[in-house]
């Protein structure tokens, strides 16, 4: 069992910067990949980012590729997502999840987490 907790959400204007973390705790954080999703009102949970257990391996959904930055810190349990330049549209409720290493499907599908966390709001005001 994966406990997460993310943080770091708030309201910011365009063109602004936030930086989410998600604290682990429980199993070894560094058995899991993890990735960052969001939810906007009325959507599905779309993917963002996500990261391999050793950090060595990065994925960016196309609308957020040069603009966010996934990073972990495994001595810490800590997954980050720096994110610069927000538009109004990247408005939403974060989530990380937890992906086993063992499991050798897509970061980029929400089907391949296991752990999630209750989410962080960002809104980004024109």
């Known amino acids: 069992q994966v406990q997460l907790v993310e943080s770091g959400g708030g309201l910011v204007q365009a063109g602004g910067s936030l930086r989410l973390s998600c604290a682990a705790s429980?199993?070894?954080?560094?058995?899991?990949?993890m990735g960052w999703f969001r939810q906007a009102p009325g959507k599905e949970r779309e993917f963002v980012a996500a990261i391999r257990w050793s950090g060595g391996n990065t994925y960016y959904s196309d609308s957020v590729k040069g603009r966010f930055t996934i990073s972990r810190d495994n001595a810490k349990n800590t997954v980050y997502l720096q994110m610069n330049s927000l538009k109004p549209e990247n408005t939403a409720v974060y989530y990380c999840?937890?992906?086993?290493?063992?499991?050798?499907?897509?970061?980029?599908?929400?089907?391949?987490?296991?752990?999630w966390g209750q989410g962080t709001q960002v809104t980004v005001s024109s």
């Open positions: 429980g199993r070894t954080f560094s058995y899991y990949g």
């Open positions: 999840g937890a992906k086993p290493s063992g499991n050798s499907g897509s970061y980029y599908s929400v089907d391949n987490y296991i752990y």
